[in-house]
């Protein structure tokens, strides 16, 4: 093993990750958790209360887990669905965007970069198990920077990053 257990276990869980982001001054999207039908409401509207939202199950892979949802009953009826099977969930904003980049970085370097873009228009997600297409990619000075803080602050020898451009703003 490469990276020590408390590094996996920060990366692993997406609200762990978020926290960890977040309190190092890092970019990411609005994310809130979702506890209960009670934490809906709330939830949304910590994430700038528009639709589409995208819910994640705090722990998986490969965009399984994943959902992009456009109104507040589909909202809750998925996570609803997703409880029984006892998921705990995270909401965030969404992003329309075409691609993002995954950054490798082993000890603090950047060693790679590679832009994964959908094919298919109507999948939101960008995972290469989804079909996505990558490119190499040549990060900016600002992408590097915070992408190295953010490998950093996970605590990781080896990891990857993936962020996402939104205009001129970078979120990991």
């Known amino acids: 093993m490469v990276n020590d257990l408390e590094s ?3 990366c692993y869980n ?3 990750n978020v926290i960890m982001l977040e309190r190092n001054n890092i970019p990411t999207p609005r994310s809130s958790i979702l506890s209960n ?3 809906i409401e709330d ?3 910590r994430v700038g209360g528009k639709f589409p939202v995208v819910l994640k199950t705090l722990t998986g892979t490969q965009g399984v887990g994943v959902s992009k949802v456009n ?3 589909s ?3 998925v996570c609803q669905s997703l409880w029984k099977f006892e998921a705990d969930l995270l909401i965030q904003e969404f992003f329309d965007i075409k691609s993002d980049i995954r950054t490798l970085v082993v000890n603090g370097e950047i060693i790679g970069a590679a832009e994964r873009t959908k094919k298919d228009s109507k999948e939101f997600r ?3 198990h989804l079909g996505a297409d990558t490119t190499p990619y040549v990060l900016t000075d600002l992408e590097r920077k915070i992408i190295i803080e953010a490998a950093r602050t996970s605590g990781a020898v080896y990891c990857g990053v993936d962020h996402c451009k939104v205009g001129k703003n970078v979120y990991v």
């Open 8 to 10: 996996i276990l920060e």
């Open 14 to 16: 997406k609200m762990t």
């Open 37 to 39: 039908k009670k934490s």
């Open 43 to 45: 939830a949304h509207q």
């Open 71 to 73: 109104d507040m009953s």
């Open 75 to 77: 909202l809750i009826s």
């Open 126 to 128: 960008n995972n290469v």
